[in-house]
């Protein structure tokens, strides 16, 4: 017994124009050999087209991370140091111990930071030390050296 093989009188299914045109350049590109990248960028324009692209959670997710982002830039504070006599100070993140100042001021000197994550500040002379953060003047409690957390 032979198999018979009959074409199929309907198509299986339809492509529009754009998805058609895709195509034709997909195969363009591969005959030509062109550079990789532009293949892989063609692969990802015809997953869009025929819906194999993400799914809207992804795309929540991806606002979220942007949204979340745009805050912490937008949180940026003003850290001002000042000296009534000689101090030497060291401002560095938590995070990644980042120096953000390092040196020593004098009576009447200031510096002023842009902070925009938790950072450890260290200090000889506390006694000579103020420190304005988040609208509010702060002196240490302590005299000699020691370390504050900024959050």
Known sequence: ?????????????????????????????????????????????????????????????????VNSSLQQVEQVETLTIRASGSVYVLVKTKSNNEQLFRGTLGDGDNTTLEVD????????????????WKGEEMKPNTTGTAKLTLK
């Open 1 to 65: 017994m032979g198999l018979n093989h009959q074409p199929r009188s309907q198509p299986v299914g339809s492509i529009n124009s754009v998805t058609r045109s895709a195509l034709h350049y997909a195969i363009h590109l591969i005959d030509r050999k062109k550079m990789k990248i532009e293949q892989i960028t063609l692969f990802a324009v015809l997953s869009l087209l025929v819906g194999c692209a993400t799914t809207p959670e992804v795309q929540t997710t991806e606002t979220e991370e």
């Open 117 to 132: 994550e938790p950072v450890d500040v260290l200090f000889t002379a506390g006694e000579h030390l103020v420190l304005e």
